[in-house]
């Protein structure tokens, strides 16, 4: 189902972009250039998520959160800012936010993001059990399979695969795995996450003859569905 | 606030106190002398008067008028003040007359005066003299008045004293508290500096020492707060005019990698995207050297971090690329280690150190990360170490070591970042001296500042 989303940004070109990631992705996007229309539209018209510059020509995106939350607009909220230290991440988060995002972004993280809200809010959270394609992960009992097959996975990596498949079939970024996985908002020098991810992959693949994980050149990785 | 035991007002007001103790003790000695010998005095010369107006009757009368005299003057009780004594007597001290039983310790040979006894229990001042050859005559006055006058006067010092002692605490400390407040309020803008506003509207220059004070207080907090919201709203923009064009170009570049291009360009174009990612983290890690930098000493924000747990964390997370790189990673980590900071660049500045052991190590390398309580956390590895000149140099922004070898990535902020973290923390990152018979390679020391 397609989310209706409010997008509050004073840069067109910026605006154009996003509306162009959610074309692409089949939701609808209602952009409003400043930030007393944006919250009269969003006072008048339901939206599954609000994308929210952090800095605007009158009023801040800190400001727009706490008056939405104060009329009593609980519609989640993804900080969409140029502002990307983590001092500033931790302003917009505590300023009410409920996800924050730095430019320039990946366009598959801005849509899972947009997407992991959207289930939240909705209580479509996952169950104890995640099955995709020929994958299963048990979230209490902390196991993987493959066809049935267990998988020896350490713990470190049964969180990543966990977040793989909380995501799957959908493009995961470095970035969020370095956020979700190793709660860091910076990216090391050195080439950790790739290496990670290339142990986990040899643990999916180990004894099967279809690859489990795609590398997406330049932006990230995308769990596949393991099936014959 | 400051405990009372050490708070200079308290100390003030208890010096008065004391002070006050002491010069009423001084002043009552004083009085009491000199009303004491103002009193012999008066004694004596009553003695004096007495005695030349019986020499006179002797060398009228001679012996026999002189008794007499004396006897009367005896039977005579003084309406008030003190009684009269004598003692008419010949050499060996025998009595001719008087009414004191026994001659005093005193020489009629130079008309000696002082203190003697009268009776059991009384005072008096008397002086002796030779009438004659042997007689001589001794006339003594009470001094017991004395006793009562002087008592009352420490009576009423002692009285008087407890008033005035309770009105100098009492007044002392109302002006200690006058004090303490426009003191606290200071001392109160310091500790908070966001809410140190309208201090320097408090204080007047034209007022005393403290509105003065308070004034410059005021205007200099007031100068930190304009800066540090003109340093934050440059760096706000500097990053916000920065990211928004390179947002732009990064669209571009995804534009075009989703015409599915032939591999070779879309690697390139992959790379450019990374370049562009480059560049972010070097301005951030600018705005954060910076900001880590302003910061140094500011001990608000910081929260209780396991750093054994963030350690070795980060120790997990680089093993399988130290073990890429063919290196072996090794750590050794005291449990429950924690420290008051900021999480994320504690995290920053672990990191840091392990990229920089990853860059520098060559293959068949060993990198041991060591935490102790302290906290101390060590990074040692056995490559090539830094070149003497160098060993300060490594912690400037944007300085590159040689590498393996290879095209040495990174922004030369690393290290940089590193420290100002450590130091944001009350911490100090060093490059340890290289043993001599040692493996050699870089040791890099994070421990509390001394």
């Not at chain 1, 009992?141 to 350490?154: G, Q, V």
């Not at chain 2, 004395?146 to 004293?161: C, D, R, T």
């Not at chain 2, 068949?364 to 490559?383: F, K, N, R, S």
């Amino acid at each position: 189902m397609p989310m209706r989303i409010l997008y509050v940004e004073d840069d067109p070109r910026s605006a154009a972009a996003v509306g162009e990631i959610l074309a692409a992705s089949g939701d609808v996007l209602v952009w409003e250039e400043n930030g007393s229309a944006a919250l009269l539209r969003a006072g008048m018209e339901p939206f599954d998520v609000i994308i929210l510059d952090r800095m605007l020509g009158d009023i801040d995106g800190l400001t727009i959160t706490r008056r939405l939350r104060e009329g009593g607009i609980g519609t989640p909220i993804l900080m969409l800012s140029a502002l990307g230290r983590s001092s500033d991440r931790a302003d917009g988060l505590d300023g009410g936010a409920d996800d924050y995002l730095a430019k320039p972004f990946e366009p598959e993280e801005l849509v899972a993001r947009l997407r992991a809200l959207h289930r939240r809010a909705t209580g479509r959270e996952h169950s104890a059990v995640i099955i995709y394609g020929a994958f299963e992960c048990h979230l209490k009992a902390r196991t993987a399979f493959r066809e049935n097959r267990h998988l020896a996975l350490s713990p470190k990596e049964f969180e990543l695969f966990r977040y793989f498949m909380e995501n799957a079939g959908e493009v995961v970024t470095r970035e969020m795995l370095l956020r979700h996985v190793w709660k860091m908002d910076f990216d090391p020098q050195t080439n950790v996450v790739d290496v990670n991810i290339g142990r986990l992959r040899r643990k999916l693949e180990d004894g099967f003859d279809r690859p489990a994980l795609e590398t997406i050149l330049g932006s990230g990785y995308r769990l596949l569905d393991g099936r014959r | 606030m400051i405990e009372a035991r050490r708070s200079i007002f308290s100390r003030l007001v208890a010096g008065a106190i004391v002070l006050s103790l002491v010069l009423l003790a001084g002043l009552w000695w004083l009085t009491h002398q000199t009303v004491s010998s103002t009193l012999q005095e008066a004694a004596r010369a009553e003695v004096d008067v007495d005695l030349a107006g019986l020499a006179d009757i002797y060398a009228t009368g001679g012996t026999a008028e002189l008794q007499a005299r004396i006897a009367d003057r005896i039977a005579l009780t003084p309406v008030e003040g003190s009684t009269s004594h004598y003692l008419l007597a010949d050499d060996s001290g025998r009595r001719i007359a008087g009414d004191l039983a026994q001659w005093p310790p005193l020489d009629p040979a130079v008309s000696e005066s002082g203190i003697i006894t009268i009776g059991t229990n009384s005072r008096g001042f008397a002086r002796a003299v030779q009438l004659g050859p042997n007689l001589r005559l001794v006339v003594a006055r009470g001094i017991d008045i004395e006793a009562p006058v002087l008592s009352s006067i420490a009576m009423a010092f002692a009285g008087g004293g407890v008033v005035f002692i309770a009105l100098v605490a009492l007044l002392g400390r109302f002006a200690a508290l006058g004090l303490q407040r426009r003191i606290e309020r200071i001392n109160l803008a310091f500790r908070e500096p966001q809410d140190g506003a309208g201090l320097a509207a408090a204080g007047r220059i034209d007022g005393d020492e403290i509105d003065e004070l308070t004034a410059h207080s005021g205007a200099a907090l007031a100068r930190v707060n304009d800066l540090l919201a003109a340093y934050k709203d440059t760096s706000e923009q500097l990053a916000h005019e920065i990211r928004t064009p390179l947002s732009h170009l990064d669209n571009r570049l995804v534009k075009a990698l989703a015409q599915k291009p032939d591999p070779a360009i879309a690697e390139k174009l992959a790379e450019a995207r990374s370049e562009i990612r480059r560049i972010v983290q070097t301005l951030e890690s600018l705005l954060d050297i910076a900001a880590s930098k302003a910061n140094r000493g500011d001990r608000s924000g910081l929260a209780p971090v396991d750093l054994s747990a963030l350690v070795t964390g980060i120790c997990e997370l680089y093993a399988g690329s130290a073990e890429e790189a063919g290196l072996a990673l090794d750590w050794t980590i005291a449990p429950g280690v924690t420290i008051n900071g900021d999480e994320r660049q504690l995290g920053r500045l672990v990191t840091n150190m392990l990229d920089n052991a990853l860059k520098y190590v060559p293959r068949g390398g060993h990198v041991a990360i060591t935490l102790e309580p302290g906290p101390v956390l060590v990074v040692a590895d056995d490559g090539p170490g830094v070149d003497p000149q160098d060993r300060e140099r490594i912690f400037d922004r944007f300085y590159r070591g040689r590498g393996k070898g290879e095209q040495t990535s990174g922004s030369g902020l690393g290290l940089a970042l590193a420290r100002a973290i450590a130091e944001r923390h009350g911490l100090t990152l060093t490059l340890e001296e290289p043993a001599a018979d040692g493996p050699g390679g870089a040791v890099f020391r994070i421990a509390a500042a001394k």
